[in-house]
């Protein structure tokens, strides 16, 4: 790393791990209620194996390949690894500490008991292990290692234990696995719901049924990460969808990165383990607890609404009320204004769904255009474009099989939606389509209009709920032809680029957002805002940093990574960062350019963080929010995510993030303003 690099420009992965901390702070926090912070638990661990399964698995294939830093001021993939490797002990040591001192003794004080088999009363073992017989032991396949068992291969992110038995009559050794099935509940209930007890512990006291004759010596949990990174070498095959599913079965073998285990288990089986894994010591992590604590999810879902935040209710915007029972025509509505959404304080299901669910029975309407990157299992807005099809309308979908996590999924949509006779296009040669876009035509008595939808989150009903997003819905006719222009360019060989309003990569959006950033720098008093998820193009950042050193104001609220360096003199003086955690994932992207002195602010929305991979890699739309109403509560959020008397992480000069503000929540602060404006609205 060169010396000017580093000064310009934070490490990434190292701040990835830094957002994850403070996904960690969450479960550290005392005043949560209780179930909230298991679920952070769980949350913390999902992301760190996601980490290891993308980050680290291509950090290592950098390493092996002898490879350089991937970006400017980036570390060496030998010393990212070392660095890595360091702050992931720090963090996964302070997730087990607050976990086993803590949040368990709380849990136990509240009736919900987690413990080890051996602090179990003895009419609980008995009930366990009638069961173990009846539920778990069908299930279970033990797998030895000896001359003519090979070692068995190990699933990515399963749960194990490693076992050593003796043949007392030929005083033989021989290692084993047995693999603790994943469909089963992790912790096993006792009937009358006082206690739960790991799924392996319950598996490891009875492990003379699977080994009978022999005696078990011992008996170790281990854990293995592997690489999931799907990597598509020919996008150009006849069948993209065969293609992406050969993948998903190659990814179950992706080479193993992570091994977990518990500090005491004997080197005899360590040394085994990472040898038939191929790994190295510096891919082994011990963990003093619970291997896996994702699966304290199961915990989360136990209803005691006393030990979890008290629910916000979404609301209907007053504009929009009526639409979801029928008794408001929601084309009507928005062809009169627009209609700016904020998810999850104003309802999913009753505006953004709605509008695509009356698009698919009205008359009048002759096509549906839509875009589906992430989709929930049982989609209502699937099950509404199907319904469009039936009915005759030309519906047309892109399904993005290349989602991380969700090429399954959105296979299995792709061909229901293509046997209800839906035009569905796989995507782009070479790269991901991530806007969130959605284009009705209707056949109206002045002509032709288009109703448009574009957003910042997925058309997933269950995310919906648990994201913070921003929605646009209008009847913008410039929109509408914009939108019209990129599904074409989508699904045809369209190479019309000409928008009317919307940016969109990879054609010029880093270009105009760079010359957006010079444009509010060349105003007396310039000001920017952005809210997004991450921040690391350099060259976005560079255009940053100039329009600091010219004099301009900028806040960036930044969830998750962010490469720049805020508060440096001679660099960023003039440049804040925050981040804002909470229950509900932020992850809309709103972007404001000018003071409104010179010329109107500029507002933007829409799906594009900026980083390489949205702005080179990904099909991806920003919208302007152009309606002074509109742009008000754009700038009514943007005001709460900045007050001082909010909650807060600041990223300081030195690369670390400090937690400031008052005793005010920014989510619940917006949860009030939602509820207030929809009782307004009712009482108009």
Known sequence: MTEDGALRYLDRELSWLDFNGRVLCLAEDRKLPLLERVKFLAIFSRNLDEFFMIRVAGLADRAAAGLGAAATGGLDPHEELGSIRKRTEELVLRQTDVFRDEVQPSLAAAGIRLLDWAGLEKSHQKELGRYFEDQIFPVLTPLSVDPGHPFPYISNLSLNLAIMVRDPERDERRFARVKVPPLLPRFVRSNDGTCFVPLEQVIAAHLDRLFPGMEVELHCPFR??????????????????????MELRRRRFGHAVRLEINPGMPAEIRDLLVRE????????????????????????????????????????????????????????????????????????????????????????????????????????????????????????????????????????????????????????????????????????????????????????????????????????????????DLFNYLTGYSRSTNFRKILTAPLRMRDRIIELIGEAAAEDGGRIVM??????????????????????????????????????????????????????????????????VEAPVRYYIGSADMMPRNLDGRVEVLAPVEDPDLAARLQEILDVNLSPGCRAWRLSAEGNWILEGGEDDVQARLAQLAAARAAAGRSA
């Open 224 to 245: 293995v990460t592997r690489n999931a990174d799907l990597s598509v070498a020919d996008e150009e095959s006849d069948d993209l969808l065969a293609t992406i599913e």
């Open 277 to 484: 894994l191929d790994l190295t010591p510096e891919n082994v992590y011990e963990i003093d607890g619970l291997l896996d604590l994702d699966s304290l999810g199961q915990l989360y879902g136990i209803d005691r609404p006393d030990l979890k935040d008290t629910p916000w209710p979404s609301v209907v915007p007053a504009r929009l009320a009526g639409v979801e029972e029928g008794t408001v025509d929601i084309f009507t509505v928005l062809a009169e204004k627009g209609v700016l959404v904020h998810h999850p304080y104003d309802s999913f299901a009753d505006t953004v769904q709605a509008f695509i669910r009356q698009a698919a029975v009205d008359p009048h309407v002759l096509a549906i255009k839509q875009t589906l990157y992430r989709t929930s299992g049982d989609s209502p807005i699937v099950k509404a474009l199907i319904r469009a099809a039936e009915r005759g309308k030309q519906v047309a979908v892109l399904v993005e099989l290349k989602a991380r996590f969700d090429e399954e999924a959105n296979i299995a949509w792709a061909r229901a939606l293509e046997q209800a006779g839906v035009h569905v296009v796989y995507g782009l040669v070479g790269l991901k389509t991530h806007s969130k876009t959605a284009l009705v035509v209707r056949s109206e008595p002045g002509g032709i209009r288009r109703y448009c939808h574009v957003g910042t989150g997925n058309y997933n009903t269950s995310t919906a709920r648990l994201y913070e997003d921003i929605g646009l819905l209008t009847a913008d006719p410039d929109l509408g032809a914009d939108l019209s």
């Open 531 to 596: 809210k997004m998820n991450a921040l690391v193009d350099e060259r976005v950042i560079e255009a940053l940093y100039g329009a600091s050193a010219a004099g301009t104001e900028i806040d960036l609220i930044i969830r998750g990574i962010c490469r720049l360096r805020p508060e440096t003199p001679g660099l960023s003086e003039r440049i804040r960062v925050r981040s804002v955690l909470g229950r509900y994932l932020e992850h809309s992207r709103i972007f404001t350019f000018g003071n409104g």
